[in-house]
T-cell receptor, first 110, second 111 residues
């Protein structure tokens, strides 16, 4: 089945540790995105990539890093520099129409 | 700079009645608008979209209206059903570019 897959669904991290969230798509989409959702808030763009080997900062990129070595994959690393990393993270991909979202990863810092 | 705004955080309607969700945008470069539905702890699912060359798009119970001069779009759900209860996000952008989302509106449809 075509789609976009995020893993893991739940992730716990100790303060001071980096953690990487996985996002894979088999929709052959060029563009991929990472959003963050906090309780009662909308979707805020962290990073996006419109083509392999290229990516741009979104509105809240500080403390995050990404790579886009393959068209299918767009992993997000939450670094220890991110001051408030506990949130729900959503990955999406897009061709020319609507964006398709994964099921999200709930990251909790303990 | 909040380029897409949904000013109503919540909306409550009776089953069978019309639900109207509103969205305003400021970026005149946007030529493509979308509505998504989201349940807790899940990813948003696409509902309906509209291109700026149209002022209305309909898909079953869902209709989106676009007023470019007012930079305003709305989603109408008729008739509303309890299963429609969710958070609804509007988004705007250009073809192939990043999408900017509003803050969302929690719709509750009461039986």
């Amino acid at each position: 089945d075509g789609g976009i897959t995020q893993s893991p669904k739940y992730l716990f991290r100790k303060e001071g540790q980096n953690v990487t969230l996985s996002c894979e798509q088999n929709l052959n989409h060029d563009a991929m995105y990472w959003y963050r959702q906090d309780p009662g808030q909308g979707l805020r763009l962290i990073y996006y990539s419109q083509i392999v080997n290229d990516f741009q900062k979104g509105d809240i990129a500080e403390g995050y890093s990404v790579s886009r070595e393959k068209k299918e994959s767009f992993p997000l690393t939450v670094t220890s520099a991110q001051k408030n990393p506990t949130a729900f993270y959503l990955c999406a991909s897009r061709g020319t129409g609507e964006a398709f979202f994964g099921q999200g990863t709930r990251l909790t810092v303990v | 700079d909040q380029q897409v705004k949904q000013n109503s955080p919540s909306l409550s309607v009776q089953e069978g009645r019309i639900s109207i969700l509103n969205c305003d945008y400021t970026n005149s470069m946007f030529d493509y608008f979308l509505w998504y539905k989201k349940y807790p702890a899940e990813g948003p699912t696409f509902l309906i979209s509209i291109s700026s060359i149209k002022d209305k798009n309909e898909d079953g119970r869902f209709t989106v209206f676009l007023n470019k001069s007012a930079k305003h779009l709305s989603l109408h759900i008729v008739p509303s059903q309890p299963g429609d209860s969710a958070v609804y996000f509007c988004a705007g952008g250009t073809s192939g570019s990043r999408l900017t989302f509003g803050e969302g509106t929690q719709l509750t449809v009461n039986p």
